[in-house]
């Protein structure tokens, strides 16, 4: 059971970015707490950020290739990428995507998703905990898929 979890622009920075609205809990604080998670409900976890999309387009990519799962914080790509849904459109296994901040809470233009549009569950305004939160859901989502 194979899970990738990626993250799109500017979320190297999470924990100095705009704390108020993220938390003071860093990318690697996230990487920690999903790799002790992954290891109870006996994932294999693939966690990677960039800044751009290429990448993320490439490892969506991967994870098609791999049977995987995605858990998916597209960041601002999320209101932006058609190209991103396209690439998940690609992809057959589980979606969950993640953000940290309640979006529909703030400015309309975070209000729409392209992403939300492939997606198989969304989870906002859950701070960092959404992460786990959407692992959990992967794996059950993998488990009944394989039934
Ligand atoms: C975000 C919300 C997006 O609107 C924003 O562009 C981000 C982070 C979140 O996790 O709350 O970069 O996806």
């Known amino acids: 059971r194979l899970v990738y979890v990626l993250n799109g622009p500017n979320l190297n920075l999470l924990g100095k970015r705009q704390p108020h609205i ?7 604080d996230v990487e920690r707490d999903c790799r002790k998670l992954a290891e109870e409900l006996k994932l294999e976890l693939r966690f990677h950020q960039s800044n751009r999309e290429y990448e993320l387009i490439d490892w969506i990519h991967e994870a098609r290739e791999d049977g995987a799962g995605i858990v998916i914080n597209p960041a601002a790509f999320t209101h932006t990428s058609v190209a991103l849904l396209d690439a998940l459109n690609t992809f057959e296994g589980p979606v969950i995507e993640c953000h940290i901040s309640q979006v529909h809470k703030r400015e309309a233009f ?24 959407g692992l959990r859901r992967i794996a059950k989502l993998i488990d009944d898929a394989a039934k």
């Open 22 to 28: 993220y938390g003071h809990e860093t990318l690697a």
């Open 110 to 133: 975070r209000h729409h998703s392209y992403v939300s549009m492939r997606s198989d569950g969304v989870i906002a305004g859950f701070g960092t905990q959404g992460y786990q939160l």
